[in-house]
């Protein structure tokens, strides 16, 4: 059972260049989120889904983009890279049930550097 | 404005010994708290979990208290393992968010060390 899986493991852009995180779950998860973890710092929601064609903004969403076309998959996109895009991005998945669907599963990251 | 704050960055614990994660928070409409573990290079997994209901909740070797009028939590792990050694995350979401984890909030995380 693989769970949640992100690609790429890495990845170092340029100044202005654009990206396409990867995430897929094999669980059946409705809910679908994207975090970001800086350096010393706890994680951040970026976007988060709770079903095919819904999503919905989280804490820090500028400069980011998602869509999500099936329960499955649920790409984060990036657009105008910049250097404070630097970070270890962290998708996950839980599943709807009445509390606690904070219980979370997720991938093992995307460490990204823009320089 | 930090609303779950984990002071100490690292904890170092004998092997055998008791490991005591704290965690505090301010949003007293915060009911429902848990602990994620991290290891290097991999994801965080859920690791235990509380309601507001209920002042402590145990799972094999792993404890965690919660004192709603103080608003601080801890995780007990007795006795620590080497396997131990992780960065644990505190988190806690409020039923007014509508529970879910777009609710959530995480604090910065402890870094734990288990010494042999």
């Known amino acids: 059972n693989a769970g949640v899986t992100q690609t790429p493991k890495f990845r170092i852009l340029k100044i202005g260049q654009s990206m396409t995180l990867q995430c897929t779950q094999d669980?059946?998860?409705?809910?679908m989120y994207w975090y970001r973890q800086d350096p010393g710092m706890g994680l951040k929601l970026i976007y988060y889904s709770v079903g095919a064609g819904i999503t919905d903004k989280g804490e820090v969403p500028n400069g980011y983009n998602v869509s999500r076309s099936t329960t499955e998959d649920f790409p984060l996109r990036l657009e105008l890279a910049a250097p404070s895009q630097t970070s270890v991005y962290f998708c996950?998945?839980?599943?709807?049930?009445?509390?606690?669907?904070?219980?979370?599963?997720f991938g093992s990251g995307t460490q990204l550097s823009v320089l | 404005d930090q609303q779950v704050k984990q002071n100490s960055p690292s904890l170092s614990v004998q092997e055998g010994r008791i490991s005591i994660l704290n965690c505090d928070y301010t949003?007293?409409?915060?009911?429902?708290f848990l602990w994620y573990k991290k290891y290097p290079a991999e994801g965080p997994t859920f690791l235990i979990s509380?309601?507001?209901?209920?002042d402590k909740n145990e799972d094999g070797r792993f404890t965690v208290f919660l004192n709603k009028s103080a608003k601080h939590l801890s995780l007990h792990i007795v006795p620590s393992q080497p396997g131990d050694s992780a960065v644990y995350f505190c988190a806690a979401s409020a039923q007014d968010s509508g529970g879910g984890a777009d609710g959530l909030t995480f604090g910065k995380g402890t870094h734990l060390i288990i010494q042999p």
């Open positions: 509380i309601s507001s209901i209920k």
């Open positions: 669980m059946n998860h409705n809910y």
């Open positions: 996950a998945s839980s599943p709807p049930q009445i509390r606690p669907n904070e219980k979370l599963f």
């Open positions: 949003n007293s409409m915060f009911d429902y």
